[in-house]
């Protein structure tokens, strides 16, 4: 079969080798770079597909990410909530920080009469009466040091009586009723 093809003239082996190097090319289209093509474009649909997945579960996570925070705001916002208007009178805290502030300004107490808890349509008022002892400064500071603490704390119906000059400088006696409030319990 060599021998033949030897033989044949010039254009007839171009013929038969360009007939053969399409046979090839049409089999290795066929056998290997087709299945390939297809394989790509199989692998390319996939992609889009993982992406349109990855970007719809890109925006869940966003979402579920803004929702736990708004979460963690509320559940802050809440305990700072209940240290303002807490749901029990807690008179032992309150009596404790009236007292701590108090013991900061220098102000001496003579006496603490709790009195009864008023409700209110959403909340009870917890009204206490104090009598304070030492100078007008001393008195300031208390009152502006009971606004800042974090429970809500009304003071009111100020009276002050019996000032004295001694070797410390000027006192008074201060009759003042410190309402705090608490938050009525809505299952009642």
């Given at each position: 079969m060599l021998d033949q093809f030897l033989k044949m003239p010039m254009a007839q082996k171009l013929l038969v080798l360009g007939v053969l190097v399409i046979l090839v090319g049409a089999l290795f289209w066929q056998l290997y770079y087709s299945?390939?093509?297809?394989?790509?474009?199989?692998?390319?649909?996939?992609?889009?597909?993982?992406?349109?997945?990855?970007?719809?579960?890109q925006k869940r996570k966003k979402t579920y990410d803004e929702d736990v925070q708004k979460m963690e705001d509320l559940k802050i916002a809440s305990v700072k909530q209940r240290q303002m208007l807490p749901v029990e009178s807690e008179m032992a805290s309150f009596l404790n920080n009236l007292n701590s502030v108090a013991e900061l300004t220098g102000l001496e107490i003579l006496s603490v009469t709790p009195m009864a808890e008023k409700p209110e349509k959403y909340y009870a008022t917890i009204p206490v009466?104090?009598?304070?002892?030492?100078?007008?400064?001393?008195?300031?500071?208390?009152?502006?040091?009971?606004?800042?603490?974090?429970r809500i704390i009304n003071v009111g119906n100020i009276n002050l009586t019996n000032p004295r000059v001694n070797e410390n400088g000027a006192s008074l006696n201060a009759s003042v009723m410190a309402v705090t409030f608490r938050s009525l319990d809505k299952a009642k």
């Open positions: 299945p390939l093509v297809e394989e790509l474009e199989s692998a390319q649909n996939q992609q889009q597909q993982l992406a349109g997945k990855l970007s719809e579960v009466k104090l009598e304070l002892k030492g100078n007008f400064l001393q008195l300031s500071k208390f009152f502006y040091q009971v606004g800042r603490l974090d």
